[in-house]
């Protein structure tokens, strides 16, 4: 069983949550789905930073570490996600550090919200 340098928790009990939001809301689907999932999961439930590396977020998924590069920079065109920064990888690499944005995700709440119970907005 594969464990962290950092923590020496098990990667094994890693997941990825989905939240209603994100695909109704937002209109998300396939892997650029999933990896911004990863990417809300280490911002918001942390709240911290996403600094994983492309190779680190591909092998989590299952997906090609370009088809993540491609997603990520779609994620940032569309302005879900922004660079912060950057950080250094355990192992010497440097990545870019992402978070989410708010309003995007702000927005796609009021949409789910809107659907699943109008009366949160009546006049």
């Known amino acids: 069983m594969a464990r962290r340098e950092r923590d020496g928790k098990s990667r094994a009990a890693e997941f990825v949550k989905v939240y209603r939001f994100m695909t109704e809301g937002m209109g ?3 892997t650029s789905l999933l990896v911004y999932a ?3 999961g280490f911002c918001k439930d942390t ?3 996403f600094w994983e590396s492309r190779r680190g977020t591909a092998e989590f998924l299952g997906i ?3 088809q993540v590069n491609r997603d990520m920079r779609k994620l940032e065109e569309d302005g879900l996600i922004e660079a912060i920064g950057e950080w ?3 192992n010497g690499r ?3 550090r992402y978070e989410v944005t708010d309003e995007p995700v702000r ?3 009021r ?3 809107r659907r699943h119970d109008p009366s949160l907005f009546d006049p």
Do not use: D, N, Q, W
């Open 94 to 96: 440097i990545s870019k």
């Open 64 to 66: 090609s570490e370009r």
């Open 28 to 30: 998300l689907t396939g």
């Open 107 to 109: 927005k796609a709440l």
């Open 47 to 49: 709240g911290g930073s």
């Open 38 to 40: 990863r990417i809300f």
């Open 88 to 90: 250094r990888l355990p």
């Open 111 to 113: 949409v789910v919200a």
